[in-house]
């Protein structure tokens, strides 16, 4: 299955733990994560956040792109977050098709 990397970002102002319409949206729809996951699709390997930063990424698998847009958007992240989100392989496979390896 096709691997992704998830990098998503907000503004201080609209961080859950600042705004309170935030908070009351991420505290509806965090809950609903494993069960979008499996209507969309998609394996959530890993989760990494900077919180001070405001960012977060995700490494996951998903059947396509449209997947991963689809879960951040039912999960409600996409309404506070910027996402950006990027298709990659394992470096390893890379280095399979570089001569001399």
């Given at each position: 299955?096709?691997?992704?990397?998830?990098?998503?970002?907000?503004?201080?102002?609209?961080?859950?733990?600042?705004?309170?319409?935030?908070?009351?949206?991420?505290?509806?729809?965090?809950?609903?994560?494993?069960?979008?996951?499996?209507?969309?699709e998609v394996k959530i390997l890993s989760a990494?956040?900077?919180?001070?930063?405001?960012?977060?990424?995700?490494?996951?698998?998903?059947?396509?792109?449209?997947?991963?847009?689809?879960?951040?958007?039912?999960?409600?992240?996409?309404?506070?977050?910027?996402?950006?989100?990027?298709?990659?392989?394992?470096?390893?496979?890379?280095?399979?098709?570089?001569?001399?390896?």
């Open positions: 299955m096709p691997a992704f990397v998830v990098c998503i970002r907000h503004t201080p102002e609209s961080r859950p733990t600042f705004n309170e319409d935030v908070k009351k949206k991420f505290g509806a729809v965090v809950g609903k994560r494993q069960e979008v996951a499996g209507k969309q990494y956040t900077s919180t001070l930063d405001h960012l977060a990424w995700f490494i996951l698998e998903a059947p396509s792109q449209q997947a991963v847009e689809n879960y951040f958007t039912e999960i409600g992240f996409a309404f506070w977050n910027s996402v950006e989100i990027r298709q990659v392989k394992p470096v390893e496979d890379v280095k399979k098709k570089v001569p001399g390896e």
